[in-house]
């Protein structure tokens, strides 16, 4: 059996699409517009980007879907897995998403209005292809899990959450700070410890990192696999070879660069 601590992190490079461009809030509230999605991603593609994450923020308020058009174009020059959600709430709305290139899909906010479409798309999909996003937040004395990329909050807590997307047969989870989102200010620990003790797949976390110390605290955790950025690449301009570099010094088993 492969050793934990010589499985390569992955570092994903997470793009929030609202009509078409990419944005960044802080803590999830208000947005900058960052730039055009193709542009970006074809730039974390050849700095060497594990994965990419496209996440329209606005599809499920407004049930549509508009990424696959998106997909389409970047599956022509990129060729690293690419994760899409927003707005799906069928088999049929993420077979949309596969059809035109998307790997694996993300879903959220349907999935907390109806947990059964959490097993309806692992049976048709496979795990694999299935990400569970969870956008959480500690808030008196609970930890609470959000609707509506981080809008709408959900009267479910995220152990009891975890433990039902889980048995529902996701294959990954993409776990976001609410609290950390693009403000900088380090990792959400408490978050982090939590999600550990109740997640039994692959982790994938996002929130607060602003340098590659913090990502190598996160990875210090064998069952976190994955770290995503967004402001830290967008808005700080960080170079992921960079970030690579760091943490090979760092002693962590990172992927190496893909040749162009």
Same mark, same amino acid.
């Given at each position: ?15 929030? =699409?609202?009509? &078409?461009?990419?944005?960044? $809030? ?37 049930? &549509? ?14 060729? @690293? ?6 707005? =799906? ?21 349907? #999935?907390?209005?109806?947990?059964? +479409? ?22 008196? $004395? ?14 479910? !807590? +995220?152990?009891?959450? +975890?433990?039902?997307?889980? !048995? #529902? ?8 700070? =609410? ?5 900088? &200010? ?6 982090? !410890? ?9 982790? @994938?976390?996002?929130? $607060? ?14 069952? @976190?696999?994955?770290?995503?950025? #967004?402001?830290? +690449?967008? @808005?700080?301009?960080?170079?992921? =070879? ?12 990172? &992927? ?5």
């Amino acid at each position: 059996m492969l050793d934990c601590n010589t499985v390569p992190k992955r570092i994903i490079a997470r793009l929030d =699409i609202k009509n &078409r461009r990419v944005v960044k $809030g802080i803590m999830m509230e208000g947005v900058q517009d960052v730039g055009d999605p193709i542009k970006l991603c074809q730039k974390y593609f050849n700095q060497g980007a594990d994965e990419i994450i496209l996440l329209d923020t606005v599809a499920s308020l407004y049930q &549509r879907i508009e990424l696959p058009e998106i997909i389409s174009e970047l599956v022509k020059d990129i060729f @690293i897995p690419i994760c899409a959600g927003g707005g =799906i709430n069928s088999c049929q709305s993420a077979e949309s998403l596969f059809r035109a290139g998307a790997d694996k899909i993300c879903i959220n906010t349907s #999935a907390i209005e109806n947990p059964r +479409l959490l097993a309806e798309l692992s049976k048709e999909f496979g795990a694999q292809s299935i990400v569970l996003q969870v956008d959480a937040r500690f808030i008196k $004395g609970e930890w609470r899990i959000f609707s509506n990329s981080g809008r709408d909050m959900s009267a479910i !807590e +995220l152990p009891s959450w +975890l433990g039902i997307a889980q !048995e #529902a047969g996701v294959g990954e989870i993409l776990i976001t700070s =609410i609290e950390k989102d693009g403000t900088g &200010r380090g990792p959400d620990y408490p978050l982090i !410890e939590i999600v550990k003790k109740y997640a039994t797949v692959p982790i @994938i976390y996002g929130g $607060g990192i602003s340098n590659s110390k913090h990502i190598c605290a996160v990875f210090k955790n064998k069952q @976190i696999n994955a770290i995503s950025l #967004a402001s830290f +690449l967008h @808005i700080d301009n960080t170079n992921i =070879i960079n970030i690579k570099s760091d943490l090979k010094n760092m002693s962590i088993v990172v &992927r190496e660069e893909i040749e162009q």
